[in-house]
């Protein structure tokens, strides 16, 4: 699975979180667990199911060149976080997200795009029990479930105190949003980044002030 857009915006904004102990949920190849150990002197535990991505996500992390930093963990996040003391004060999670729509052949593609592997009900009740008094919980999801997200989050005494508008180019509308989940109920802080200000990567100075230290070319 190619590396994408929502991995690298939520591992940029991620990394500029201060933390101990972080948590990636559903790590994948290791993308955003290696992006934050880049900008952070804490450690990072990243969970993925899939056994096989698991291994790849490990080869990734012992090449580079902060393998002391994270610990990679075949488990399901669904059993994981009843048996796990530890509390994070930063939890990231780029989750699935497509609902009811045809499913790949793949069955490892399908699991990692598809939310019936991890939907967002689980994803929040396992940050509030391993989220630190102060921790933070950040996702990307799909701009038209931001609703659905607050409110379910707001179930399990989690509130949005901060949501930002992914937009493709200037004159589309947003088709992701990034959310911070905290305990702490306060005014929502909400901004707009737009990736592209014309054609296919011309990057804006905003995508490309907060990805800068992750693209080679910029």
Known sequence: MKIGTDGVLLGSIAAKYPFENALDIGTGCGLIAIMVAQQSIGKIDAIEYDKDTATVAEQNVL????????????????????????LYELIVCNPPFFHNSLKSNCGKRTMARHSDSLTADEILIGAKNLLSTNGSLLTIVPFLQE?????????????????????????????????????????????????????????????RKITGDYYLNF
Do not use: M
């Open 147 to 207: 609703q659905y997200w607050q409110s379910t989050a707001k179930n399990f005494g989690l509130f949005c105190n901060r949501r930002i508008e992914i937009l493709p180019r200037p004159e589309l509308k947003p088709k992701r949003i990034v959310l911070e989940f905290t305990f702490s109920e306060n005014q929502t802080l909400s901004e707009t980044i737009c990736i592209e200000t014309s054609g296919r990567h011309a990057y804006s100075e905003d995508y």
């Open 63 to 86: 090449q580079s060149p902060w393998p002391d930093k994270i610990l990679v963990l075949h488990n399901r996040f669904q059993d994981f976080w009843p048996n796990n003391p530890k």
